[in-house]
């Protein structure tokens, strides 16, 4: 295939030929021509086009933020069974972006994405399933999805798991097992494995690996579970951690 000309519209003809490497050229050029190529390729159909443009919208690249063309970008996508597209309505819907709470909705999005194997979607299934929010609350198909999501890699639901076994819901509870899962989460890169798995750390007596893992927390965790978690490692007998807890409590304010 020939180079892509990003300064011309896109066509039918090479949306159907496009690789893997031509879509990453596109969403590595300039952001206001990676945009606009987007929006084109988008108007033409292309599911795929229609759920980076949504996502695009969302985060303001190369154009104002849009939430609401976002949502409707994402639900083009999702109508033609992109599962990228399906579990971004989900979160359009779940999170308000672009239009009213739906928890319904929601629901069925990433329900049908989850089963079209996208372990992000298994994910946000699962988390409304533990919470009864959408459909009738079930811990049991909300492990079975974690569980699935984890299978695949996915760090954040390897960390809720590890909440299963250390609260014994479902499971026995069990605090190897749940160690084993958070230290998944943590190596996986969330921040609330990071600090499950450090906690337990902690109380093994593993000093050094314990602050560790704690000192990686505020790098990509919320300034609310920073609040949170710095108010708890003021309660720690270790005066290190205590000074992490600080230093959180600070950056969070």
């Known amino acids: 295939m020939p180079a892509l000309k990003l300064h011309l519209p896109p066509s ?3 949306l159907q030929s496009m690789t893997p490497q031509d879509w990453q050229t596109v969403t590595q050029a300039e952001p206001l021509v990676a945009a606009r190529w987007m929006e084109a390729a988008a108007v033409l159909g292309s599911a795929d086009a229609q759920a980076i443009a949504g996502q695009w919208l969302l985060d303001g690249h190369g154009q104002p933020r849009n939430a609401d063309a976002a949502r409707a970008s994402f639900l083009k996508a999702a109508q033609q069974a992109h599962p ?8 359009c819907f779940e999170n308000g972006w672009g239009g009213d709470v739906d928890y319904f909705a929601a629901a069925n999005w990433y329900r049908q994405a989850a089963h079209a194997g996208l372990d992000a979607a298994m994910y946000n299934y ?6 009864g929010m959408g459909v009738a609350q079930d811990d049991a198909a909300a492990l079975e999805w974690y569980r699935h999501a984890a299978a695949r890699g996915h760090a954040k ?3 809720k798991i590890g909440y299963f076994y250390e609260d014994g819901r479902v499971v026995a509870r069990d605090l190897n097992a749940a160690f084993v899962w958070f230290e998944g989460g943590a190596t ?8 499950n798995y450090a906690t337990l750390l902690a109380q093994r007596g593993d000093l050094q690996a314990a602050l560790h893992w704690l000192r990686k927390v505020p790098a990509t965790a919320t300034a609310a579970y920073q609040r ?10 270790y005066p290190e951690i205590r000074s992490i807890g600080e230093s959180m409590l600070q950056k969070a304010a």
Not at 84 to 91: S, W
Not at 126 to 131: E, I, S, T, V
Not at 188 to 195: A, E, K
Not at 228 to 237: E, K, N, V
């Open 84 to 91: 990228m597209g399906m579990n971004m309505a989900g979160r």
């Open 228 to 237: 949170q978690a710095g108010q708890r490692l003021l309660d720690s007998s």
């Open 157 to 159: 639901s390897m960390t």
């Open 188 to 195: 996986g890169g969330d921040f609330r494995g990071q600090f």
């Open 126 to 131: 699962a988390n409304l399933l533990a919470a």
């Open 12 to 14: 039918p003809d090479i």
